[in-house]
């Protein structure tokens, strides 16, 4: 992996009695798009916390950037919008950029070439001098985006970045992530919008119950498993005997057969299979998996995303 610029080893948070983190061991790389999937209550958010420096662990340890988390050396050099955030509505969007980036210690000759780049790039270059009290739910997504980028961060943490966003806000996000990637920034994405994660993201992570069970390279989980959507006449019960050997979920309604193998490699047998017994096949359709239904399998039918 690259020179890592998020490293978490057995962090832990207690409230109480309720713990909301049991260990997140996890390692992130340089220019790595990482997304951070789980349902409500898994320890998303208080795991993002952690690695911020907003929340102490009960346990553990985590370096960002090669510094202790919660350092103002690793703040400095990070971005973050979180999902429910409040700025100040009096301010203009130029205003907000300007602020924010006095905060992170810019100088006033780098904001003034800064600012207006980055309102350009978010699609609030005729809106910079509006109040944000006016700004609609999107354009307040926007504006939260262009402050967590003022300081041209080494990390980017985005929470629920394209909530409140119309088709073309997704897209631009897809575009902000891949051209902070493409830099050589970390992004650490949380979305419940998995289409947007499996477009975005390099690898993700899955938490339950406050620790990582899986993590998976994107696609990889493709070679894993086949689903293949058969039509067929003439299926004979004595080829779903043979075939039960061969596969898993066998359901066949009507002419259709649905079925699940471990690899296509499978595939070949599955058809002559049916074919020496006597089926006139019509279509073979191998099914794509999603990260959807990776989640689902994953965290059950009913995650509570």
């Known amino acids: 992996m690259a020179t890592l610029t998020i490293d978490a080893c057995g962090l832990r948070k207690r409230y109480g009695s309720r713990i909301a983190v049991r260990d997140l061991t996890l390692q992130v790389g340089r220019g790595e798009a990482f997304g951070f999937l789980g349902p409500n209550g898994a320890g998303k958010s208080t795991s993002i916390k952690m690695l911020l420096g907003l929340v102490r662990p009960t346990g553990g340890s985590a370096l960002l950037l090669g510094q202790p988390v919660g350092t103002r050396e690793a703040r400095a050099r990070i971005g973050f919008l979180p999902e429910h955030f409040r700025f100040y509505d009096w301010l203009s969007a130029t205003e907000l950029l300007l602020f924010h980036g006095r905060l992170c210690g810019l100088k006033e000759d780098v904001l003034r070439r800064r600012v207006p780049r980055l309102l350009e790039r978010v699609g609030l270059g005729t809106q910079s001098s509006k109040a944000i009290r006016s700004f609609s739910k999107g354009m307040m997504q926007r504006v939260g985006l262009a402050q967590a980028m003022i300081n041209d961060p080494e990390i980017l943490f985005l929470d629920e970045p394209t909530s409140g966003l119309d ?14 990637r493409d830099r050589g920034a970390t992004v650490f994405l949380n979305s419940h919008l998995l289409g947007e994660v499996e477009q975005s993201c390099d690898r993700v992570a899955f938490i339950r119950e406050g620790r990582i069970v899986g993590m998976y390279r994107m696609g990889a989980w493709q070679g894993e498993r086949t689903e293949v959507e058969i039509k067929a006449s003439h299926i004979e019960p004595s080829a779903l005997e043979r075939l039960a050997g061969m596969a ?16 296509q490699d499978r595939l070949p047998g599955v058809i002559r299979c049916l074919v020496e017994s006597g089926a006139e096949i019509f279509s073979v359709i191998p099914q794509r998996v999603s990260l959807e239904d990776l989640f689902l399998k994953m965290m059950g039918p009913d995650p509570g995303l």
């Open 167 to 180: 088709p073309a806000g997704r897209k631009l996000v897809r575009d902000v992530i891949r051209e902070q």
């Open 248 to 263: 898993c979920d066998l359901r066949l309604e009507g002419q259709l057969l649905r079925l699940s193998l471990d690899g």
